[in-house]
């Protein structure tokens, strides 16, 4: 991840896929700022020069479960 681009790996049965968005400064970037290895949903646009991220959402990582 940079300033102007970030680059996300998808596991989905079992492949990965991996994809990057330009971030520019009409990007929206809620809960806080992005760190490597956090989890986050990406809203974007197809372009001719890319894709660009248009909202990044932080997702909360679950606790982990109580022992009894």
Known sequence: MT???????RMELGKS???SFA???E????????KLKS???VEWVSGDNG???VKIIL???APPPKKQ
């Open 3 to 9: 300033d102007t681009s970030l680059t996300i790996t």
């Open 27 to 34: 990007t929206v970037i809620k809960g806080g700022k992005p």
């Open 51 to 53: 894709d660009r991220a």
């Open 17 to 19: 896929t991996v994809r």
């Open 59 to 61: 997702r909360a990582t």
């Open 39 to 41: 989890k986050v949903t």
């Open 23 to 25: 971030i520019t400064k």
